[in-house]
């Protein structure tokens, strides 16, 4: 296998696991990490060459892979100036959220001839992956229903509802790319209702805490989404699909897999607590991927397109919930498309 | 059914009488049953029966609640008791006027599990209710001809679902959108229904619900209920005829969900009936009643015209369907 030398931009918590998920990986050689706001003092180590300056990374003509981890304002910029320089590129979700930033980013990325991955990594989790097979083996038949089941298991400091953009565009964006992934359609419209149950502090910060979204599918199927920012019992995270030969579901993962019974009642583990554990081993299985496109020269199964429909679908949530009517996706304002229905 | 349950598993009751243009008379002798008519006023004349079963064609509900109403017998009425809220608003008032109990057979709230989970959520386990789901799925799309002459997904399907929501919620929906769609049987379509719905809603209490319909799911009856909030959740899920699970190399095989609603909430169509009886002998209130009926009704029209001109609308006048007994 040939060995990709790789650089990551930002080391922040996700920055943090992706470049120790590098450094086990093999066929993979980090040789660099750049982020003006890390001290680097106790880590990454002598093997890796740290440095404040993403330039450091983006110059390095050895350096072919790039991982852009920083905060989000800036996913759009590094994209472009790695794809310039020739890298390909991972992206964390989302590149942008304005539809016309993430476009160009898009045709910067194309005009490169770079490969572009974004960080939809729930699409590499081993359960998710194998209810998509079900779908694509023709186990359940064509794609009637779908539903998606995404709590998380406590609401987030107000400071960072503040500035996560809304319910839709932080939280719900990886459930859009679910149903797109799951189906293999297209979400065509999308309607939500939204309430703030949680935590009054942030509906006072003009977000929701709760929702149920509906959808319809290009290939006629409807979708289901289910979020709320509080589930006490843990991160519930659930799939379901239904079809015309019969239907497939995936249930929360666990800790372990005991039941303890009692005569209280017959006890199971409380979901994973959140999604670092449960989600730990897709991290290593996206950037798997990533590697063997770039090795490969194959297009990344979770390209910069699906980041684009997402956030399209993301923009029409917002629209319905302010309206409260049915929204066809690439309709909306921001959503920078021809023309609204 | 109705007839076996009651000879069978209703103690306190004594079924007199059987109306019915077609009647299978080993089936009555069977039971036990010593009038067999085809005529119902055999039955409504009879100064000894106190209650009647309303098992007729949905068309004759409304007419057969008037009359036994008018006889002064109690009622149990299949649902729906009719399309129209017009129509459930006249039985409703014809009962009230005779002073007599009018009991609609939503069954589901007599299922043991989803009583144990409107247990759990009056006990406050789950909190402030902030999520709902219904999933009613059935095991094979109906012949057309039944179709059309249902009253639609909406009416004849989903009708159960809406009382499920208000059942476990507590509470009113006050609006909702209902995206259909057919998928099961173009035939469905041709018939001008829809075989396939996801309805979202809003309760009066700021709570969200989920109710997904599908004709024809190829592994059961697949009937599940979730209610989130915000101390936990509650779930039931499918019940099957045994609890069988086979590991082989080609996986590890459970049993599916029971075939029919027969089967699945038999428990609970025996339930309805004690209740029903249990009711008439001690003078309490019905457990579910024509306001229910009506509120589920209006639901069903709420969903109908949502889907059809694609919008979500406002069960504006909903304040006034509550009724039933045993509401707090």
Redesign the interface.
Known sequence: MKTITAGVLGAGRIGKIHANNLMAMPGVRLKAIADPFADFKSWPGPAVAASKDPEDVLKDPEIEAVLVCSSTPSHADLTDAAARAGKHVFCEKPIAVDAARVRATLETVKRSGVKLQEGFNRRFDPTFARVRRAVVDGEVG?V??V?VTA?DPAAPPIEYVQTSGGMFADMTIHDFDMVRFLSGAEVEEV?A?G?N??DPAIGAAGDID???V???LSN?????I?N?R????GY?QRIEV?G????VEAFNETPARTVLRSGAGVRHENPLYFFLERYQRSFVLELEAFFASIRGDREPPAGGNDGLMALLICLAAQQSLLE???VRVGSTAGAGAKKSQ | MHTENLVHSVPDAYVKAVASPRLDQAWVDALGIPIRATDVDVILNDPEIEAVVVTAPSGRHVELIRRAAAAGKHIFCEKPVAFEPQAIEQAQAAAKAAGVKLQVGFNRRFDPGLLQMWQAVQRGDVG?I??L?VTN?DPKAPPVDFVKRSGGLFFDFAIHDFDTVRFLSGSEIVEL?A?G?V??DPEIGKAGDID???I???LAN?????I?C?R????GY?QRFEV?G????VFVDNTTATTVVSSSKGGVVAEKPHETFVERYREAFVAELAAFVASVRDGSPVRVGAGDALAAVRAAGAARTSHLE???VTLADNVQAVGGGQRR
């Open positions: 064509d009637q229903l539903r709590r309607h209702y309430a149950l949680v709760t929702a149920l509906s959808m319809r006629g199927a409807l979708a289901v289910e709320s509080q589930a006490v019992f519930d239904l015309s030969k019969g239907g409260n009517r049915p | 402030e902030h999520q789901r799925r959108f995206a769609a998928l099961v396939t719905a996801i979202t809603l809003r700021g709570a969200l619900g989920v997904d599908s024809q799911t190829n592994y697949d989130f915000s101390k936990g959740s694609h919008r979500p």
